[in-house]
């Protein structure tokens, strides 16, 4: 009976299979492109390549001279911005392909009400975005960043465990989506935390505070979607709706900050 439900959603959706592989062949294509091109730049254009920042680990040293453990910090390599805004974009890329090569599984799952892909891509590429936008608010401590890549990939994961723990038909478990959300927060805070800590507004440029609102709003569109779809609000009703969405506002943040990204690489870093 579960089976024959899920097949009649199907037929009833106005959103076809024809328009999901369509939306996702179009998503892979824009993504592949813009990708190839920032990785290009990324490596051949010499201000791009070079507009790097330092990751550092901190830790204790013995001081004789005045007998206590002093702080000491050291470099412990570098991260190319631009390099970092391509590999998001292709990491999107990537998982359309495997959507498109796997479309049977893929429309299996979406009948089911769950894309194991989009969760799994979102658990890295979006941790990649929030580690950069760290970076270039002062956040350079190797500890810290690896903290935040996992917090923010787990907040994914929550959004998986939404989904499978709450199948068509059966009564919403809000639980994961809560936890998701404050998962998702925790990132974001020790940004929050190193843009006001400098108190150097003025001298911040322009284009870190459009990655900043601009990433900011559209990560926060993507709570809203699932939240919309397990409301069971408007077309919304329709999980398919809301999956359409999730590949549309993928392309519209990644490429959005993706160019943030590579225009702010022109940027003087200091090191000059």
């Known amino acids: ?44 254009v010499p201000a791009i390549k070079s507009f790097k920042k330092d990751v550092t680990t901190s830790f204790l040293v013995y001081d004789h001279a005045t007998q206590a453990l002093v702080a000491h910090t050291r470099t412990v390599g570098g991260v190319e911005i631009g390099l970092c805004a391509a590999i998001f974009i292709l990491m999107s890329a990537v998982a359309h392909f495997y959507v ?38 002062g956040c350079y401590d190797l ?27 059966q009564p919403v478990t809000w639980e994961p989506f809560v936890w998701g959300c404050v998962a998702g927060a925790a990132p974001w805070a020790v940004v929050l935390m ?38 069971k609000i408007g077309r919304w009703a329709d999980y398919r709706h809301g999956e359409r969405w999730y590949i549309t506002l993928s392309l519209l943040s990644k490429s959005l900050l993706g160019w943030l990204v590579f225009g702010g690489c022109f940027q003087p870093d200091g090191k000059k």
């Not at 037929?11 to 062949?25: F, G, P």
């Not at 658990?123 to 580690?131: D, K, Q, R």
């Not at 960043?145 to 068509?168: D, H, K, Q, S, Y």
């Not at 911040?204 to 505070?209: A, E, L, N, T």
Request: glycine letters at 8%.
């Open 100 to 137: 498109l090569t796997n479309w049977r599984s893929y429309l299996d799952g979406i009948n089911r009400e769950t894309n194991v892909v989009r969760w799994y891509e979102y658990a890295l590429s979006s941790s990649v975005m929030i580690c950069a936008i760290a970076m270039l608010f």
């Open 143 to 169: 500890g810290s960043l690896i903290l935040m890549f996992v917090v923010n990939a787990l907040m994914n994961i929550f959004g998986l465990v939404m989904e499978r723990m709450n199948p068509p038909g």
């Open 1 to 44: 009976m579960q089976i024959e439900g899920l097949i009649a959603a199907r037929r009833t959706s106005e959103v076809t299979d024809a328009n999901l592989r369509k939306a996702n062949l179009g998503a892979c294509v824009l993504h592949s492109v813009q990708g190839l091109l920032l990785l290009v730049a990324s490596q051949s």
């Open 194 to 231: 190193y843009f006001l800590g400098s108190g150097n507004f003025s001298e911040i440029p322009g284009f870190v505070y459009g990655i900043l609102f601009g990433y900011f709003l559209f990560f926060n569109t993507f709570p809203v979607n699932m939240f919309l779809q397990y409301a």
